[in-house]
T-cell receptor, first 115, second 111 residues
Framework: NAGVTQTPKFQVLKTGQSMTLQCAQD?????MYWYRQDPGMGLRLIYY???????DKGEVPNGYNVSRLNKREFSLRLESAAPSQTSVYFC??????????????FGPGTRLTVL | KQEVTQIPAALSVPEGENLVLNCSFT??????LQWFRQDPGKGLTSLLL?????REQTSGRLNASLDKSSGRSTLYIAASQPGDSATYLC??????????FGTGTSLTVIP
């Protein structure tokens, strides 16, 4: 039982390049999330998916797109990377009860640097 | 928009001391509150989840309390150990299926 896994662990991009961050969970959770963590700003929600086939914007969605490929996998794509997207990206999952979110479980993160 | 604050930003205590970490939030209409631990360069590890109907949760040396009406939660760590050194984050969940995080308290336990 691996929990939440993320690939890659580290990535360096040049401005304008694109890339996809991968996330998978094996806990059969319906809800999945993408966050970014920046010094002094805490974790901010980029996008979330309440269930397979649905996605919604969070607090900071600009410059990102997501795909909920199936119940297990939720990917985050940067179409044209900018230095402002240098951050640590975390994927998380949870299983709602009666529509209310329960405990969140996090992946190990992807450390992205955009030059 | 929900605002979550954690004070102090950093805390240093001698080993064996009992300590309290604070978390406050502006909108009391929450479903639950979760405490996490984050070690340097690592992901977040869930410590405790308190549902809005609960007043407290306990796990080992950790005890988290919730006072929804005043918008406050505390994480009590008993008999602190050097291995407790980490950043502790709280997050609240409300309507809209979103979680809002504080910026964390960095704890150092000195041997």
């Amino acid at each position: 039982n691996a929990g939440v896994t993320q690939t890659p662990k580290f990535q360096v991009l040049k401005t304008g390049q694109s890339m996809t961050l991968q996330c998978a969970q094996d806990m059969n959770h319906n809800s999945m999330y993408w966050y970014r963590q920046d010094p002094g700003m805490g974790l901010r929600l980029i996008y979330y998916s309440a269930s397979e086939g649905t996605t919604d914007k969070g607090e900071v969605p600009n410059g990102y797109n997501v795909s909920r490929l199936n119940k297990r996998e939720f990917s985050l794509r940067l179409e044209s990377a900018a230095p402002s997207q240098t951050s640590v990206y975390f994927c998380a999952s949870s299983e709602p009860t009666s529509g209310i979110n329960n405990e969140q479980f996090f992946g190990p993160g992807t450390r992205l640097t955009v030059l | 928009k929900q605002e979550v604050t954690q004070i102090p930003a950093a805390l240093s205590v001698p080993e064996g001391e009992n300590l309290v970490l604070n978390c406050s939030f502006t909108d009391s209409a929450i479903y639950n509150l979760q405490w996490f631990r984050q070690d340097p360069g690592k992901g977040l590890t869930s410590l405790l989840l308190i549902q809005s109907s609960q007043r407290e949760q306990t796990s080992g040396r950790l005890n988290a309390s919730l006072d929804k009406s005043s918008g406050r939660s505390t994480l009590y760590i008993a008999a602190s150990q050097p291995g407790d050194s980490a950043t502790y984050l709280c997050a609240v969940s409300g309507s809209g299926n979103q979680f809002y995080f504080g910026t964390g308290t960095s704890l150092t336990v000195i041997p």
